[in-house]
């Protein structure tokens, strides 16, 4: 079975300085990859996803991830931290590996950006 | 394009009351996913559903919870003689069915209180 792994759940970094979000997954299949973010009483909003189709991710706002099979992860990152980054990032796998099915998700990971 | 709606956001109960939450998803998406956030947790799935049919519920609580998506209208979640220990946000997504990498997208949530 699927399941995801978060490190830290809470990162706190300087306006400008490199955001890095660690995610490692376990998958018996290829997986489809995805990273959220997730501001305070709001939904769930993609940030990026990875479908096998190049390992480097880039998605909105600047983040990107990199798919590293070796090391089974997924880690998401940022040159420079804007003060708006401040929200919390999951992570999720598909289910099965598949086009279809639940999403499963890391616990989440809350950025904080200090001026 | 409205994205996926969910009603109402928010939601206070009573003990032993029932709550019904409403899910639109976008437009053209047939497929809808339920996830429950608990404080500090990611989010968890719940149940999956395609026009007229259950297609995975193996998170949802055998007792008091139920799912439904008609041909016509918003998906429903129902929970039934509602207990403290339902107090989440319960999230909705949708994804097309053609999609080939299960993008799913996130309605706002609704925040059930249970007094």
């Known amino acids: 079975a699927q399941s995801v792994t978060q ?31 997730q501001y305070p009483n709001q939904g769930l909003q993609l940030l990026l996803k990875y479908t096998s189709a190049a390992t480097l991710v880039k998605g ?14 997924f880690h998401l990152t940022k040159p420079s931290a804007h003060m708006s980054d401040a929200a919390e990032y999951f992570c999720a796998v598909s289910e099965g590996g598949g086009s279809q099915g639940n999403l499963i998700f890391g616990k989440g990971t809350k950025l904080s950006v200090k001026p | 394009n409205a994205g996926v709606m969910q009603n109402p956001r928010h939601l206070v ?22 996830y429950r956030q608990l404080p500090e947790e990611g989010l ?62 996130f309605g706002p949530g609704t925040r059930l209180t249970v007094l």
């Not at chain 1, 490199?18 to 376990?26: F, G, K």
């Open chain 1, 7 to 37: 490190l830290g759940s809470h990162v706190s970094v300087s306006e400008g300085a490199l955001v890095l979000l660690r995610c490692n997954y376990s998958s018996s299949v290829p997986p489809y990859l995805f990273w959220y973010v």
């Open chain 1, 60 to 73: 909105i706002n600047g983040f990107e991830a990199e798919f590293k099979k070796s090391e089974t992860s």
């Open chain 2, 13 to 34: 109960r009573r003990r032993g009351q029932e709550a019904r939450l409403r899910c639109s998803p976008m437009k053209g998406h047939s497929h809808v996913y339920w």
């Open chain 2, 44 to 105: 968890k799935f719940m149940v999956y559903l395609q026009k007229e049919n259950i297609i995975d519920e193996s998170g949802m609580p055998k007792e008091r919870f139920s799912a439904e998506f008609p041909k016509e209208g918003p998906s429903i979640l129902r929970i039934q003689q509602v207990v403290r220990g339902d107090s989440a946000a319960y999230f909705c997504a949708s994804s097309h069915p053609s999609d080939s990498y299960n993008e799913q997208f």
